[in-house]
């Protein structure tokens, strides 16, 4: 079975550039989450969609992160303008319910550097 | 605030030793405290889970140790071996939203 299909795998992008990251989840997963890792800060939660409708968007770190997921197979976390703390790799993850004991399954990651 | 604090922040084992990292939580209402395992280049991997009404899950080489009272668990890896070198991340949840520990970086060498 394919897992969390996430794109670009490595973006290298300067500063004040538009930079949009993909997903798609596993198939027949109602629940999807945006995590950021750094060294500094480890994995945050950025945002988390169930059946689509975004439920908590508070670890969005300001507004020139938004994230959309139009239909149950994709999404998309946008970064517009980029700046160079935005550097991390940003993991899209899905789950069969958002609920508790409920595996998350994450993808491989995007590794996104601005400079 | 980090909401899961762990220790150590990096492990060295021998091969066929015990490896253990710990973990500490102040929120009463988390209820899931799962471990995920991560190796360079890949997302976290769920690697076993507990919930606090036990106080100890076994899995293979792996056991998580829950001590409710102390707000603590932690994870055993028995007979380590080289190809358990990864990241460790502990976690507590509460509903859906996963808080990670900072991770540790176990190396278990030949």
């Known amino acids: 079975d394919a897992g969390v299909i996430q794109s670009p795998r490595h973006e290298v992008t300067e500063m004040g550039q538009e930079v949009t990251l993909r997903c798609k989840p596993i198939?027949?997963?109602?629940?999807l989450f945006w995590y950021r890792q750094t060294m500094m800060r480890g994995l945050e939660l950025l945002i988390y969609?169930?059946?689509?409708?975004?439920?908590?968007d508070s670890g969005m770190p300001e507004d020139r992160f938004s994230a959309k997921m139009p239909n149950a197979s994709f999404s998309t976390l946008k970064i517009q303008p980029s700046e160079p703390r935005d550097s991390a790799v940003y993991f899209c993850?899905?789950?069969?319910?958002?609920?508790?004991?409920?595996?998350?399954?994450f993808g491989e990651g995007s590794w996104l550097t601005v400079v | 605030q980090q909401q899961v604090k762990q220790s150590p922040q990096s492990l060295i084992v021998q091969k066929g030793g015990i490896s253990i990292i710990n973990c500490a939580y102040e929120?009463?209402?988390?209820?899931?405290f799962p471990w995920y395992q991560q190796f360079p280049g890949k997302g976290p991997a769920l690697l076993i889970a507990?919930?606090?009404?036990?106080s100890e899950k076994k899995e293979g080489r792996f056991t998580i140790s829950f001590n409710k009272s102390a707000k603590q668990f932690s994870l055993h890896i028995m007979d380590s071996q080289p190809g358990d070198s990864a990241t460790y991340f502990c976690?507590?949840?509460?509903?859906?939203?996963?808080?990670f520990g900072k991770g540790t970086s176990l190396l278990v060498t030949p």
């Open positions: 993850a899905s789950s069969r319910t958002g609920g508790i004991g409920n595996t998350i399954y």
């Open positions: 198939s027949g997963h109602n629940s």
């Open positions: 969609f169930n059946n689509n409708v975004p439920i908590d």
């Open positions: 929120n009463t209402a988390f209820d899931y």
């Open positions: 507990i919930r606090p009404d036990v």
């Open positions: 976690a507590a949840a509460h509903g859906y939203a996963l808080n």
